[in-house]
């Protein structure tokens, strides 16, 4: 809205009086091209007739103004429309861009009369809102499917505690059972409370310089007894980096942890899980390899996305989520940093965190490798 009132004045001026002399829009529609170009969407400034005198500078690329004139048929319709009511009009449209390989997107075109004759379309892309809105259903349904799985299992154990009745091995099996939907429904509830920490606008918030050192000394410590009942011994490299990487501390051991405890998962009982760290340029790595049945290439890239399982029985048998990936996804982001995946069926994986190491302040990059 602020846009239009700026425009309105440019116009009319702050008198009200609009000036009819061609030469004098002419230089107040070549002033305007700056406003349309810093606005976030494609905008133009248009005349009743459907002719741009003035767009921004991706409205041809987005199949809005062809020549020197309004393309969509839409587009011109609801100028009429504007024209006849004399009031600002929109509407949801599919603008196709002929002769570009992107293709036709989606709209939502808005124009506002500036003075008699001239109007201003603004039109917004829809694909991000809408991609957004599918991800979102898409995210509410997986997690009612997950939660329902133990919950039903629940329901069902309750049922045959009470049809048990004084068969006490038969009590004692369910309730065991129950113990363990519990646990899952537990894993579920805190993962997702941890992803909506590590997506939420204040996910920094507690960010210090962190010794890597620390980091992976506290995500060995949480996944300790883990190893243990799998039988898996987890070795930290000699030559473990000392540098130190700007963040949240619970953040960047939740992301280790949660890559040494898939590495203990999967990995068949009695192999070894090696942590290590080394500083590469202005970035310091911090790696998990294992011994386990490595990740087909086909399911390497979607491994991150929520609630992806290369082996659903598998993941449900170790007590798997689905989330842990994509909470490692989203600490990486909020940390510029990244997780890169090296995979060989038979062989076993190498996930590898990779942060920008801190340098200002009072490490000096020689004290961040400590070296
Ligand atoms: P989950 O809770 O199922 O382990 P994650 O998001 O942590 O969910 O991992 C997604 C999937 O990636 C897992 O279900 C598993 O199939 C695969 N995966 C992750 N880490 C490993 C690993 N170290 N070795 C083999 N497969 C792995």
């Known amino acids: 809205m602020w846009v239009l009132s700026i425009l309105k004045r440019k116009f009319i001026g702050e008198s009200g009086d609009p000036s009819q002399d061609e030469q004098t829009q002419k230089a107040r529609v070549a002033a305007l091209s700056q406003i349309l170009d810093v606005l976030p969407d494609a905008a133009a ?121 004084t068969d006490i091995e038969q009590v004692r099996r369910f309730t065991s059972r129950m113990q363990i939907e519990v646990k899952r429904l537990t894993a579920m509830i805190s993962d997702l409370v941890a992803l909506s920490q590590v997506q939420g606008d204040l996910a920094l918030r507690n960010s210090t310089p962190v010794e890597v050192r620390n980091i992976i000394a506290e995500a060995v410590d949480a996944t300790k007894i883990l190893a243990e009942q799998n039988n898996i011994e987890v070795t930290i490299g000699d030559d473990v980096e000392t540098g130190r990487v700007f963040g949240d501390e619970q953040q960047l051991v939740t992301a280790l942890s949660n890559l040494i405890s898939n590495a203990i998962k999967y990995s068949p009982a009695n192999t070894k899980v090696g942590v290590g760290s080394r500083r590469v340029e202005n970035m310091i790595e911090i790696s998990v390899t294992d011994q386990g049945p490595g990740i087909p290439d086909s399911d390497v890239e979607r491994i991150f996305e929520r609630f992806y399982r290369v082996d659903p029985a598998r993941s449900r048998d170790t007590g798997g989520t689905g989330l842990g990936l994509a909470i490692v996804k989203h600490v990486c982001a909020n940390h510029g940093g990244e997780c890169t995946v090296w995979s060989q069926i038979g062989q076993g994986s190498t996930f590898t965190l990779r942060f920008p190491a801190y340098l200002n302040g009072s490490a000096s990059p020689t004290e961040v490798s400590g070296k």
């Open 45 to 165: 400034i248009i005349d009743a007739s459907d002719q741009v005198l003035e767009a921004s500078a991706n409205c041809v690329a987005m199949g809005l103004v062809s020549g020197d004139r309004l393309a969509p048929v839409e587009v011109r319709a609801l100028n009429r429309e504007v024209q006849r009511l004399r009031k600002t009009q929109s509407r949801e449209c599919v603008i196709n861009r002929s002769g570009s390989k992107l293709g036709a997107w989606e709209a939502r075109i808005q124009i506002s009369p500036i003075d008699e004759d001239l109007s201003l379309m603004i039109a917004q892309d829809l694909s991000e809102e809408r991609r957004l809105n599918d991800v979102r259903r898409d995210f509410v349904a997986n997690v009612s499917h997950e939660l329902k799985t133990p919950v039903g299992a629940l329901s069902l154990l309750a049922e045959a505690v009470q049809a048990a009745d």
